[in-house]
């Protein structure tokens, strides 16, 4: 009996989501201590970041770091597992669609 309620298919998007999303995560917020590094108290980014913040991130991480590919790695990274999350939940559905 297999440890997973799920194809293999779906597993393996599954634990490639996962794998993806800690790897981002993690990296995120190494950017993020990266850049309060360098800021003052008051202007400092909190690790809880909204829509409007991660602009502020961005520019200024580019600022600070403007040779560093860690921001594209990072968005690189979250849209693949995007992707990934994407793909399987479509199986998903598609297997609940032919009852299987």
Known sequence: M????????VT???ATW???Y???????????????RRLSG??????SLYW??????RNSYRTHYPGSPLYSVVVTLTVAGLAF?????CVLWWQYAAGR
């Not at 800690?22 to 993020?32: A, D, N, T, W, Y």
């Not at 008051?42 to 690790?47: A, D, G, L, N």
């Not at 999350?85 to 939940?89: E, I, Q």
């Open 2 to 9: 297999s440890a997973s309620p799920w194809s293999p298919l």
């Open 85 to 89: 999350a994407a793909a399987a939940a």
């Open 22 to 36: 800690l790897v981002s995560f993690g990296l995120f917020h190494l950017m993020i201590f990266k850049v309060n």
């Open 42 to 47: 008051v202007e400092k980014i909190p690790h």
């Open 18 to 20: 996962l794998g993806l």
């Open 12 to 14: 393996m998007l599954l």
């Open 52 to 57: 409007g913040k991660w602009n502020k991130l």
